[in-house]
């Protein structure tokens, strides 16, 4: 406090402040300054005219909505744990015993959610800045196993028309995990089954140039460079070709042995018109044939059938598959041990997005779903004390 200012104790105030523990009522005196001038010299100096040193002190004149940092962080927890605002709010007041509004949930919800996604936007920005600038040192790739990347984007409903007049966005999702944190067994039929114990979330609504920057600093928290192989996985949109071409040019890209065969099968229904007797074998065997690897017979193959495909086939076959050659050696990936498939980038789209943000009527302003969303990945990638705890608590020096 600016010194030569002269305060004058005025009457007790009454006050209250949410708590985790429910509404804390209390009183206590408020010094406020004798004259306008001092006043006026308060302002400038402290950006307030009221001073009470305990609530500067406990960093309650920082907060803005009359409740605690511990309380805003469960808000926010429920928040991304819920279907919607509403479902929170029945549930922190079943669980914590706190009244609070659906309209403070969204509110608590934002302003948590922003810091934690400027802290990552910050982290991201760094991560991306070393790398161009050749600062950035990556450990020896000597780590026995493989670091997986995957990418996805899914559609979201938001209240804003883009030039097109359409009001949907999409949000990209990555997911990075590595082959120590993947458990094998056997079912009783003696079929190999998997699990992968831990995994990392990045969501970004918005441009591909951002979101490689915050995919780049997820595989680096997550060791990037330390193992031997590192692989991706996608649907194989040529932005991700780009992409792993800029920021992982070691990396096996791998295209998603299933999403090619769902081409395969669209393609094949347009070239036998819709008759599943001639399609449905066709498509089976060319499926078939990729996975041995015979890539070059099946491009063969299909060329000529190309020229019979429906004119309203939305996949040109042929192109798709020669622009991923490099990418569908299944036989040599399968041999080493590599997923071929994205399900679990595909499950996560289900669990991050689509079962928060895209129930029955949903329309998300732009920064609201963004900051949710940033909320949600940190809880499934199990980083929700040290990405949004400790930087909220931080950010409000409590």
């Not at 347009?270 to 089976?284: G, L, N, R, T």
Request: hydrophobic residues 35%.
């Amino acid at each position: 406090m600016k010194k030569g200012i002269a305060l004058r104790t005025n009457k007790r105030c009454q006050r209250s402040i949410l708590t985790i523990h429910g509404k804390l009522n209390f009183s206590r005196y408020v010094l406020r300054p004798k004259t306008k001038e001092d006043g006026k010299h308060l302002m400038e100096a402290e950006g307030r005219q009221v001073v009470v040193p305990l609530d500067i002190y406990l960093g309650l004149t920082k907060l803005p909505f009359k409740i605690t940092v511990d309380a805003m962080l469960e808000v926010a927890f429920w928040a991304q744990n819920q279907c919607s605002y509403q479902a929170a709010e029945e549930a922190i007041s079943k669980v914590l015993g706190v009244s609070i509004n659906d309209d403070t949930v969204r509110a608590v919800a934002n302003e948590v959610g922003s810091i934690v996604f400027a802290n990552d936007c910050k982290e991201a920005e760094d991560a991306y800045n070393r790398l161009n600038s050749g600062a950035l040192t990556l450990p020896n790739a000597s780590k026995d196993g493989t670091l997986y990347i995957e990418t996805d984007g899914a559609a979201l409903n938001t209240r804003h028309k883009d030039k097109s007049g359409s009001t949907w966005r999409e949000n990209k999702l990555g997911m990075v995990f590595s082959s120590d944190n993947i458990r094998y067994w056997h079912d009783k039929r003696g079929v190999k089954q998997h699990k992968i114990t831990k995994r990392e979330y990045v969501s970004y609504v918005g441009s591909v140039a951002e979101f490689r920057k915050h995919l780049f600093a997820c595989a680096i928290r997550n060791g990037y460079g330390a193992y031997k192989q590192t692989v991706i996985i996608s649907d194989g949109a040529t932005w991700i070709r780009n992409m792993k071409e800029e920021l992982f040019p070691d990396a096996q890209q791998i295209l998603d042995y299933y999403h090619l065969c769902e081409n395969v099968y669209t393609f094949a229904k347009h070239v036998f018109k819709m008759d599943e007797s001639q399609y449905a074998p066709w498509a089976e065997r060319i499926c078939k044939e990729l996975k041995a690897s015979h890539s070059n017979e099946v491009i063969a193959e299909i060329k000529p059938l190309s020229k019979k495909a429906s004119e309203k086939c939305p996949i040109n076959l042929y192109s798709y598959i020669s622009n991923n050659i490099n990418n569908i050696d299944y036989a040599k990936y399968l041999k080493k041990g590599y997923f071929i498939g994205s399900g679990a980038i595909e499950s996560g789209n289900k669990i991050v997005l689509q079962q928060r943000l895209k129930q029955t009527g949903m329309r998300w302003n732009t920064n609201s779903a963004q900051f949710l969303l940033t909320l949600k990945a940190k809880k499934q990638s199990d980083r929700w004390e040290q990405d949004v705890v400790l930087p909220v608590r931080e950010y409000y020096r409590v």
